[in-house]
């Protein structure tokens, strides 16, 4: 139980701190823009069961394949996606962080 809620808080406060470091001056505006990069956890709904707390998203889901990861990454290279493409890979090395400490 502790594994999935420890998840969904990192969600918000990882991108929190990001922003808070990166974005000193507008840190609000790109919290919220990050947070609102949960929304690719909408590709969940695609999978049967929709929520399994046993598997790893990435690799599994559409908007978390290794196709959408190089998508993001292009998306954080230039500056004005740059708070999107930092956003979405935020959540994927959370994502990340959530399989490996699954395995263990």
Known sequence: MLRPVLHLVLHVAAPAL??????RAHWLRAWLVMLATMV????????????DA??????VH????????????????WPRT?????????HMALDVIDCVWMRL
Request: glycine share 6%; hydrophobic share 55%; proline share 6%.
């Open 18 to 23: 990001v922003a808070r470091l990166a974005w």
């Open 54 to 59: 046993h598997r790893c998203s990435i690799g």
């Open 82 to 90: 740059r708070l999107l493409g930092v956003g979405l890979l935020l």
């Open 62 to 77: 559409p908007l978390h394949s290794y196709p959408a990861l190089v998508a993001y990454l292009l998306l954080a290279v």
């Open 40 to 51: 690719v956890d909408l590709d969940h709904v695609l999978a049967r069961p929709t929520y």
